[in-house]
């Protein structure tokens, strides 16, 4: 796990300040779009994702994985240190859990100024079937001891982050790590985890945004003290600027979104619907908070009315909501917003941060009908 | 197949040319670039691409298929007209494909001026191995008339594009029809088509870009003259204008791509990589052609050197190539060319068409050596 700082050497983009000021995406902006993906919008038709379809991020590469040679390594403030190979994961005590993941970034090029970065505007999302077995079961057998605070998790993905050479690495404290739904997964809807989800094994953490559910992993370490590397430290926090230390990203925030009804024109993706009663419909979720209610504005968010809302497809994923619309004639705004059981309620727009995180503000949807 | 004419009631991009001189995209290119997604390049380490890394574009929205109720009808200019379910093509005569697909648009962000539209660098590409039973097959037993000159194929995605309401459509001439390697496939990787490549079946027509292979299927239709629907008459043609007919856009040109080596920086994706002896690899195509030679360059295309060539996956599929660099410190260029069958090398820029199609210039990837 060496962590060397290294000089610049790469290009600056934009004016060096690490935001832009308008929508234009920048080449490296650009590079990572089309390298990372969003679930289309009508893939919230679906209770589970189909895998191909599944929001992705990858901080560097997918990395290639001898599943042979693969071990995974249980260590630090651990009384029995272990190395375990896939199969002796598949031989534990498995769970299958529908999970609806997001990531932190989700809504980070609709902040002005954007930080230049991973450009989402509201696709990366998904929900999936994931079977694993709890990282609970795998803890107690390491005999994880008392004075450990933190458990850290490193992947075998490996770039250069902020000048620093790294590990993709996050933390979580023990009695989150320890929470009954949290698994370490090796298949995703029936089938072994795809390269680009984490094959052989990664760590899959519900209710938190994704940056938490570490891939392609190959250790994890008890640690006396909350873990201080990059990707809790540098990033990943709610503040206004680099240095202040802000609040940690955590737990996903609630958020509806809609299907865009009726065709979209190929360029602007706006809405062509037809004058008439539809429904409009789309899913929503609240992390690991309930949602206890969804509601729809036709008239770009002046008047809201109350959405139908189905029962969850799981404790830890989304739920689907329907609204009827008489559809007429002209130009229209279609928006929707979800409340979570504490109450919060999706903004028109969230609150800036410096690293684009957390941005659950309202999603517009453009619609001609005629 | 109702074809109508709407007014032009959706939001103009950019300055209403079509087209931007930056390499900054917009808000709508962002969002198609989002939602269809390249293969990350250390895909290419794969022979076969794992179906979630598989390059995919979508012109219009995802449909949802009722396979029970879903027929594909074979009409027009045709003896016995058929409407057959998936259920039915899957008792017919099955055959499996390797076949390299790559998108026509691949390139298209490369070219300046730029057209405003899904914005490719290099990544539209991947191979699958593709199941299905021959289309030849199905045109015999439908009995295509002798008067025949075009089969039309039609997606049930139905979308707005050059301002014309219209279903996805394609034609191929009778004799491209009826070649033996052109399928109807229902199965992707020996799984069922997932829904955002083409569930439940698809027209593959290995060696032409991807436009052709129509997703969706529901009707072929066989008619007397050339079909001049939208995406064959407007788009996908060599042009230097918008009403210049140009030439059509039909196979796929020879390309080589680079696994980029080392390590990325995060959001350049510059490479960090080691000093001293690594293999570089990639794979080559040249869509109905092979690839008879690649060559690599080390100092930004200066100089070129022979590359090793390993065997074909298929014979419609890419092959791999590796060359072994001694990497000194300091910043390079890493460029790869190849050449087909017909003597065609690929150009350190390929010439400007309208459209942004068939952009074959030679991929360069940045590097630091230390």
């Known amino acids: 796990m060496e962590q060397q700082r290294t000089p610049s050497r790469f290009p600056t983009v934009g004016d060096g300040s690490g935001f832009a000021d308008t929508d234009r995406v920048f080449r490296e902006e650009l590079q990572l779009a089309l390298r990372n993906r969003g679930m289309p919008l009508e893939g919230l038709r679906y209770p589970i994702t189909p895998t191909g379809m599944h929001y992705l991020l990858v901080h560097y590469d997918i990395p290639e994985v001898n599943v042979e040679e693969w071990r995974l390594k249980v260590g630090g403030l651990v009384s029995r240190p272990m190395s375990l190979s896939l199969e002796e994961f598949r031989k534990r005590p498995a769970r299958t859990i ?25 696709e990366a999302i998904g929900t999936a079937e994931w079977t694993g ?5 795998i803890l107690e057998e390491a005999g994880v001891r008392p004075d450990a605070a933190d458990i850290v998790f490193t992947g075998l ?37 795809q390269p680009q989800h984490g094959y052989p094994l990664r760590l899959l953490v519900p209710g938190w945004y994704g940056m938490t559910s570490v ?15 990059y990707q809790m430290a540098r990033v990943y926090r709610y503040s206004r600027t680099q240095d202040e230390p802000g609040e940690a990203v955590t737990l996903i925030r609630v958020r509806a979104l809609m299907i865009p009804p009726g065709i979209p024109d190929f360029l602007t993706r706006t809405r062509l619907v037809q004058a008439g009663a539809l429904i409009l419909t789309g899913k929503a979720w609240a992390g690991r908070l309930s949602v206890s209610r969804v509601e729809v504005s036709v008239d770009g968010g002046s008047t ?14 989304w739920r689907t909501w329907t609204f009827r619309w008489n559809a007429r004639r002209g130009a229209h705004t279609l928006c929707v917003r979800a409340t979570d059981s504490g109450g919060n309620v999706q903004p028109p727009e969230q609150e800036w941060n410096f690293g684009g995180y957390g941005n659950n503000s309202v999603q517009r949807v453009t619609v001609v009908v005629e």
Chains 1, 2 share one sequence.
């Open 215 to 229: 891939k392609w992993l190959q250790g994890i370490e008890a640690l006396a003290e909350p873990f201080q590397g």
């Open 304 to 317: 809201w009315s109350d959405a139908r809302l189905d029962e969850p497809v799981s404790p830890h994923a």
């Open 98 to 122: 529908a999970v609806t993941m997001e990531c932190a970034g989700n809504g980070r090029a609709l902040f002005t100024p954007r930080r230049i970065s991973q450009p989402w505007l509201f």
């Open 133 to 137: 077995t709890p990282l609970k079961g």
């Open 157 to 193: 993905d490996r770039g250069v982050e902020g000048g620093e050479v790294q590990h993709y690495q996050r933390s979580l404290t023990v009695s989150e790590a320890v929470r009954e739904e949290v698994l370490l997964a090796y298949e995703m809807n029936g089938e072994p985890l």
